[in-house]
């Protein structure tokens, strides 16, 4: 699967407009280092994650950033993007992609 940047600045839009919608996840949003950006996984409790925007390089997240836009799209009420997957499915991915 190739690079699709068009979606990556989708959602880096949806991210920055969700900081100054005023909804409570601003507060949320502010505690995002730079160079990094914010998840929930999960199936009944989302829990958040804060990642590396390098991850988005990556072809294997890149695939699981298209699922997470066919299922719940880009635009998230708690200022992140939701992933498809269980916790574990998930930490598993980046622990792989942190040690490449």
């Known amino acids: 699967m190739g690079f699709r940047l068009p979606r990556i ?3 880096k839009k949806s991210l920055q407009r969700s900081s100054s919608t005023g909804n409570g996840a601003s507060s949320k949003v502010v505690d995002v280092p730079k160079g990094y950006f914010t998840v929930y996984v999960g199936e009944a409790q989302k829990k958040r994650f804060v990642i590396p925007l390098s991850y988005l390089n ?40 942190h040690d490449s």
């Open 58 to 97: 990556q072809p294997s997240f890149q695939d699981l950033l298209s699922q997470a836009e066919e299922e719940f799209g880009y635009d998230h009420p708690m200022g992140g993007i939701t992933v498809p997957c269980s916790v574990d499915d998930f930490l598993d991915l980046t622990w792989s992609l």
């Open 9 to 11: 600045v989708h959602a």
